[in-house]
């Protein structure tokens, strides 16, 4: 294969069309984005004949492994070729390259015809406010939400006001490596990320080992999934790590349901890791 390097980590892939620049640990991300989406559809298609898919981060549905020949799909083409399928997908990137491509990707898999797909082209903040005026009415459907953005790209007002009354299941990547280079820079868009400045004291101080035993990324999640409690929440894991080569971890992909059902169907497909092995608690 032939790729050539096309703005920022992108570059063309097999099929002609952008593609993602990724380092490997980003196929431990897409074998859970991958599962959970099968599983959510597999065990409620009989009871949610409404089934919707969000992804405000979509980028353009194809990963090429850097420095490798691999190419993985990316989360919206995972969620598009799960076995038993969502019936609508609100897909959407800042980027107008990405886009366009994942566009062409979706349409190449040929969806039953009467799923419906819709683009947004936008900040991930602002295309959730519009995706959330066209998302099936709240009371017949069933929705999970990817938010896969590079660092803290999107406002925890987002996910309130969007699962607000909703039955919307959450994968949250939660950028715990990018929080502790880059904490001191932007601190605004990094405190409407967290909801407010209540982690940043016992942040600060354990960045600081002024805490002995408080772990930076312990504190910041605590204080997150605290938040995702308090918008009604109440199953949430955290034990999904994705490392670097060098055993650092870079994020968590957090899970929050409101219903008990969800965290079950996490726990299963994540007990184990792409290589077979046990994953161990943070
Ligand atoms: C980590 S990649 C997402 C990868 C994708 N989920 C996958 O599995 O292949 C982040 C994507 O977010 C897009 N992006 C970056 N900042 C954004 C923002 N503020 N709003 C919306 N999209 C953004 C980038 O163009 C990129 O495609």
Known sequence: MTSRSRGQGLVIASDELPALEVAEHTKEKE??????AGIFNAGMRNLWNRRYYIDPFAGPGMCLIKGTATEI?????LAAKSRAKFTDYFLADKSPDCLDALEKRITRLALPEQTSVHYYQD???????RISKDLPPARSSLGLAVFDPWGWDFSFATIANLSERRRLDLVINFPIGYIKRNWEKELPKLDMFMN???YKEPFQAAMRRETPGEMPARVL???????????GYEYIRDHVLVDNSRHRTLYCLIFASKHE???????????????????MLL
Request: hydrophobic fraction near 35%; aromatic fraction near 8%.
């Open 73 to 77: 799909d990316g989360s919206p083409i």
């Open 261 to 279: 059902r969800g965290a079950d169907f996490w726990d299963k497909v994540t007990q184990r890791k792409q290589s077979g092995q046990l994953r």
């Open 31 to 36: 074998f859970v984005i991958e599962r959970i």
């Open 123 to 129: 900040d991930a903040d602002m295309a959730v406010s």
């Open 196 to 198: 407010g400045t209540s």
């Open 221 to 231: 999640l605590d204080s997150y999934t605290g938040e995702l409690r308090g918008i």
